[in-house]
């Protein structure tokens, strides 16, 4: 055969038109799946495979076949979806001969002639477009007395749009698959048709061994994704890898290349939901939850970033109109908090910034700007020093808890009397640049008159935060077990309310968040002996101190 072309190089069937005669042409993108019946021809019973189409165009003149292109190789499977595409230059006026050939890559050889042939099927890129749907269906052939199996043709016009997407998803705490191990997940998205089916247009790389995946960026024509229709559903499917092909459906989600388009913020998080484990299961909510991630940057209470907080996908991002993540977090949880402190002053830092005027790096700059005095009043003040922070320093790494914790166990430590109790509140997206001086720091603080209230922030990989809550493990470090559970952490998303109510998702959040606080005060009041005070004692009652 002759040097192939290549469908990157967007080979049209105008390439055997050298006059240049033809009216101008019609793009139309055609996707390709196949069903065998035998992975193998030449075997008796299915062997694994490493299916691949090839397109062939014949020449108007010659009569010629010429290699168009390929799809991808696809692993193991009998059902392969090929994600690659063919656009080709549609004439009506004119009969387009298409000629796919399918093949078993047994070799590491280019050469098609050292492949296993799998079949055959002659058609018309008319034949495709006008068929119910852009929908064609037919039986391979090529392989006497052998049933082979069929290859669909799904056709569409391409839209004009030349928009390029980037994305990222991660995912938090799907469903668990493999026997001795977790999952290995995958991505695959699609876009619905008119008739109500999907056509393939992206798979994502294996993420082997974890239930809270971060897949790799990925660029993507948006005209693939959605054919220029912002508004076009997109269904994503999450699977768990196989070796034998027979990959574990974990779950299914809808969204739109708008939705998508809208980056990372609080109601971009997608439920992974599987229809038969939720006909089974009364007490079924979903297999996982999928989102956009973070950039790896944290405050102590707030998140550093990287993006800039006036921009609108920034979790940061002051909307005039509605709280960010961030304070609907400090909202939900202060206010009810604050009740038992008596002077409402609140000390609150920032980490991970540098400071004006020098850029000098701070790991605990009070959010205020005052050094002597770090308080702020109420937590409409702590939003607004917030807020303003925002605005003055310069966000930058690495995120380092072990310095706040061990400042506030520091306070903690003057007073083991029982007559006050710390409650340190951190609000992050759950990358710890320190996790061996921070458990260290939880173990020491164990002891202490402290709470720890981390919320997770965002669809980040929270299993460094999981770690610390010692729900079911206790924390340790350097042979030493924590005294006491402390830390308590929440992802926020999971109490998100999709239909956008942020007073439903932060009474949500506080209730569960604050949920350990009274057993763990407990807990420390026990260790130490200390006693209930009578209830009609005029002695000033136990004072609950909040540091943000």
């Known amino acids: 055969t002759k040097q192939p072309l290549t469908i990157e190089m967007m080979a049209s069937i105008g390439e055997f038109d050298p006059l240049n005669t033809r009216v101008p042409a019609t793009k139309i993108e055609v996707t390709v ?22 397109l062939y165009l014949q020449a108007v003149g010659t009569k010629e076949w010429r290699e168009f292109g390929r ?24 009969k387009q001969n298409l000629r796919f050939d399918v093949y078993n890559v047994d070799s590491r050889s280019c050469n098609i002639s050292k492949y296993d042939f799998l079949g055959q099927t002659f058609c018309t890129l008319g034949e495709i477009i006008g068929s119910t749907g852009g929908r064609l269906e037919r039986t391979l052939s090529g392989i006497p007395g052998k049933k082979l199996g069929v290859i669909i043709f799904n056709a569409e016009e391409l839209s004009n749009c030349r928009d390029i997407a980037t994305m990222q998803l991660c995912a938090n705490k799907l469903d668990k698959k493999d026997f001795f191990g977790k999952s290995d997940p995958f991505l695959v998205f699609y876009r619905s048709n008119e008739d109500g089916t999907f056509t393939i247009c992206h798979k994502t790389e294996v993420i082997k061994n ?43 989600f809808t ?18 939901l599987n229809p038969k484990k939720k006909g089974k299961k009364k007490k079924y909510i979903n297999s996982g939850t999928v989102s956009t991630p973070t950039s790896p940057m944290s405050y102590f209470l707030f998140i550093g970033i990287l993006s800039n907080p006036s921009q609108p996908t ?53 959010l205020n700007s005052d050094a002597e005095n770090p308080n702020c009043v109420g937590i409409e003040g702590v939003l607004e020093a917030y807020f303003q922070s925002l605005r003055t320093v310069q966000l930058y790494g690495p995120t380092n808890f072990a310095p706040v914790i061990n400042k506030v166990a520091n306070c ?102 604050l949920a350990e606080i009274p057993d ?29």
């Open 33 to 54: 799946s196949c069903r065998f019946f035998l992975f193998s021809p030449s075997a008796s019973s299915p062997s694994l495979s490493l299916p691949v189409v090839v």
């Open 71 to 94: 799809t991808e190789v696809i692993d193991n499977t009998r059902n392969p979806d090929f994600v690659r595409k063919f656009v080709l230059d549609f004439f009506f006026e004119e």
């Open 210 to 252: 974890t239930l809270n995946p971060v897949w790799q960026p990925f660029t993507i024509p948006v005209r693939a994704l959605c054919n220029g229709d912002y508004d076009r559903t997109v269904k994503v499917d999450v699977y768990d890898w196989d070796r034998d092909g027979s990959h574990d459906f974990i779950g299914e």
């Open 255 to 272: 969204t739109s290349y708008r939705e998508l388009s809208r980056g990372q913020n609080q109601f971009n998080v997608y439920e992974v």
């Open 314 to 366: 920034s979790l940061h991002y002051m909307s005039p109109y509605q709280m960010n993540a961030y304070a609907m977090a400090l909202k939900a949880v202060g206010e009810i908090i604050q009740d038992y402190d008596s002077d409402k002053l609140f000390p609150a830092y920032g980490f991970g910034a540098k400071l004006p005027p020098d850029g000098k790096i701070s790991h605990g700059f009070p």
């Open 412 to 513: 903690a430590a003057e007073i083991t009397d029982g007559s006050q109790y710390f409650v340190l509140l951190m609000i992050t997206d759950g990358v710890i640049s320190d996790m061996v001086q921070t458990k260290e720091a939880v173990v020491n603080a164990s002891g202490l008159p402290l709470s720890i209230i981390i919320v997770g922030v965002g669809p980040a990989e929270f299993d460094a935060m999981e770690e610390l809550d010692g729900d079911e493990v206790r924390v340790s470090s350097r042979g030493r077990l924590a005294e006491r559970d402390i830390v308590q952490f929440v992802p926020f998303r999971d109490y998100i309310d999709r239909s956008g109510n942020q007073v439903l998702s932060m009474a949500r959040l506080a209730k569960d968040v």
């Open 520 to 548: 763990q005060l407990l807990s420390f009041m026990k260790s130490r002996g200390v006693e209930p005070r009578p209830a009609l004692s005029t002695s000033p009652l136990p004072e609950l101190h909040r540091h943000i």
